[in-house]
């Protein structure tokens, strides 16, 4: 084993054990509330004890961030969709180790007047209290400030080849579920969340290509925690994987729509259906409050060279090994491989795909990929097709 490779490996063992010996957060938020006032908006923490806290804006759309160490999330469900005032929207959760999250969509330019914490009494916790006002869009631009270097994302994709693998070793497959921590993906019609069934799905299919016995196999998370897309892609270029394969469920307005998909990388979207799910999916480093600025090279087009249009090649083999299996099993969309541009799918010298299992709006799709035994089905096809496509991957 090269020594980069066994480096890496030990590196993300050491991280998973960490992660798992994480003890449970001490600080306990009990609920979280919003109150409309005249002139400002008022989130309100309830908590077990004070914690340090920090807040900063993001433009584009306007958000306001608040983090905060490890908390214990015990919030009466439904808080999610919670929203009033200047607030469109709010989400709470893990966004890395020993940083959670707040995440505040606004509905147009606001600054933080005042945050504070009123102390705790008798019988009653801390409070922690933001007011929003409405302010204009030049206000709000003079609040931007980056972050503190810790919450930082570190998600810089090297610069240098990806790690390459000796002709001893099996072949690596990296799953990728989808979303997690602050970022639940879509919300079923019963309640289920995408980052939970793509989180089951990805262990799954762990454990039914480990029983092939054929490749060697590394998640993203093994966790609900937040990843943000480009760690993903460098996680799997770190690790020298051979193939990227991210798990995803959709969610959709006409509860009638179902089926799978499945979708890689291109510079032209096959249709605009497909280019709205890439912008949807393209999303969670925005809803996860990830401070995107300072990575234009992202927004603006891809630049597709010849490593990544070989790349792109077994991508597509690899799909096409990947539709008949499924296909067995789930119900497929009509024209079930499709391209555009996913930022998960970029590694330029790593074949990947982003596989949607179904539709979480509608009910049997949800039913389908919360079921202990579909899940099982389903990741056994998985298996099977990486299995066909490491027989010959040669487009
Ligand atoms: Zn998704």
Redesign the pocket.
Known sequence: MPVGKRFSLILFAGLCCALAQGAEAETVVHDIRIGIYNAKTRLVLDLSERPGFKIFALANPYRIVLDLPDINWRVPSGTARRKGGLIAGLRYGQFQPGNSRVVMDLSGPGTVGKSFIIPGTKGRGPRLVIDIRKATRQAFLTTLKAPRKAVAPRAKIPLQAKVKRSPLQKPLVVIDP??GGIDP??IGVGGSF?KHV?LGMAHQIRRAIMSLGRQRVLLTRSRDVFIPLRRRVAIARAAGADLFVSI???SIANHRVRGGGIYTLSENSSDEETAALAA??NR?DVIAGVNLSGHDDEVASILIDLTQRETMNYSAHFASALVPELRQLIHMRRKPHRFAGFRVLKAPDVPSVLV?LGYLSNRRDEKMLTSAKSRAAIATAIARAVNNYFKNPKP
Do not use: I, L, P, R
Request: no cysteine; aromatic share 0%; net charge negative.
């Open positions: 989808g979303h993906g879509a995408e793509t995803h469920a959709d949807k999916e969670s949607e």
